[in-house]
Structures are given as structure tokens and as C-alpha cells.
Nanobody, 122 residues
Framework: QAQLVESGGGLVQAGGSLRLSCAAF??????TAWFRQAPGKEREFVAA????????YYADSVKGRFTISRDDAENTVTLQMNNMKREDTAVYYC?????????????????WGQGTQVTVSS
């Protein structure tokens, strides 16, 4: 069974940057995404990328600030987060699925990482 492992979370000041990485073990996926969940809120879509690495899509709240990329040789996906805001504070989850098309729905993703905490201070 495939396993996803996130790394790179931490504490950053508003306006700063962080990079999250997700490594897949025991499998490969056509679509990989990042979601996040803030305290008291539902898990929400952040960004996703298809296996070609060409097609990526983002939530409006992070567009222009976050960049998702993947390295198929290393079986990893990276989320570069720039110009971070306090509202980016959340636990970030890596998720993956196989299948056609794009999805922003948690139910469509088959594999999940354990999550990594990101905290943005003012």
C-alpha cells in the first residue's frame, strides 16, 4: 500500500516562505495535491498537479503565492509557499489519486499523508 510522507512544516513570519515536500513510497499516482485544515474548519483544497507536471491548479486564496511541482524520478511533490499570510496557518496534507481529470474534492483522493503543521505569525 502506498504511503505519503510530508516534511517541511514549521513557523514562519507573515511575508516569509516555506517549502513543503511529499514523498510517495510504494506507489505512484497520476494526480497529487495539497490540502489544509485550520482549527475548527473543514479540510480545504490548496493546489494539485497532474502526472505530466504541466497541468497544475490552485485555490484562489493561494494563487500567485504558492507553486506546486513534482519530480517523477524522485516520486516527490513540492509546495513552495511565498508571501505567506496568517490565514495560511493550518495542518497541510499531501494527497494522491489515480484517474482522469482534475479534482478539488477530498473524497476523490485515495492516499493521504499524516499532515505537517504550518504556522504563520504576524
Amino acid at each position: 500500500q502506498a504511503q505519503l510522507v510530508e516534511s517541511g512544516g514549521g513557523l514562519v513570519q507573515a511575508g516569509g516562505s516555506l517549502r513543503l515536500s511529499c514523498a510517495a513510497f510504494g506507489g505512484s499516482f497520476s494526480n497529487t495535491a495539497w490540502f489544509r485544515q485550520a482549527p475548527g474548519k473543514e479540510r480545504e483544497f490548496v493546489a494539485a498537479i497532474r502526472w505530466t507536471g504541466v497541468n497544475s491548479y490552485y485555490a484562489d486564496s493561494v494563487k500567485g503565492r504558492f507553486t506546486i511541482s513534482r519530480d517523477d524520478a524522485e516520486n516527490t511533490v513540492t509546495l513552495q509557499m511565498n508571501n505567506m499570510k496568517r490565514e495560511d496557518t493550518a495542518v497541510y496534507y499531501c494527497a494522491a489519486r489515480n484517474g482522469l481529470g482534475s479534482s478539488r474534492r477530498t473524497d476523490d483522493f485515495d492516499a493521504w499523508g499524516q499532515g505537517t503543521q504550518v504556522t504563520v505569525s504576524s
